[in-house]
Structures are given as C-alpha cells and as structure tokens.
C-alpha cells in the first residue's frame, strides 16, 4: 500500500507540471508572425585605470508607431554591454542586444569614460545597430 500510495503521489505531480509546461505554451498573447525587433548596441571605450568598465545604455521611446508586435516593449529600458580588453591592452569593446522593441523612434544614452553619448534612431522591422565611441558624444 505504501508503495502504490507514493506512485499515485509521484504521477499527481508529474500530471501537474505538465499541465504548468501546455498552460505556458498557450499564453504566447501575440500574433506568431510578427517579428520582433532587436537593436543591437556596440560600444568602443578605453580603459579605466587598468580596467573595462562595462555600460548601461538607457533605451527611451519618443514615438512609438501603432499596431507594434503584442510582444515587443514600448516602455524605457536598459541594456547592460559587458566590455573586454583588447589586444592592445588600452581599449575596450563590447555588444549586446536589446530586449524585443516597438518600431519607431527611440533614444539611446550611455555614459562613457569621457562624457554621455546620445542620439535617436528610428527602429524598423529590419532592426538596427548603434555604435557609441569613447570621446564623441553622439552615436553612429
């Protein structure tokens, strides 16, 4: 009996996850096709007594368009960039990319070593990059 009592217990939870596993599956609240948007941030810096210091990059919308993908977000965010040493033992570079992201227009700040860099961009389903660079206080 206590063999059998454990199995039953064993299967009720196994039952449960799976249950959890179908119910999450199902709450994807979108339309599948549409693609989500990601931008991708590049950051060129130089070191900092010895060190890379790694850069949040503020994402602020200024004018989202409508109709954006149910997924993406339309609200401020940052994205962290890790930087590594270069080669050369002076400068630091880092990417990374952002979270899925409403089409239109965004603006994008990150402090560097030098001073805080900014500009806005318009985001399209065809994505975009934006390159900030130590000592020029906009981005390419």
Known sequence: MLFS???AGRKASLVLVTAVVVTLAGCSGGDESAPLIRTSIKVQSITQ??????VNVKVVPVSI?????????SKEFV??????????GVS??????????APGKWKFTASLPSEIASCERDVALTGSAVAFKDAENTCS
Do not use: R
């Open 49 to 54: 007594q010895g060190n890379c210091e790694d």
């Open 5 to 7: 009592s454990n199995f």
């Open 92 to 101: 630091c570079a880092g990417e990374a990319a952002t979270i899925p992201m």
């Open 65 to 73: 368009l409508p109709d954006a993908p149910k997924m993406s977000n």
């Open 79 to 88: 994205t962290p960039v890790k930087l590594t040493k270069g080669a050369d």
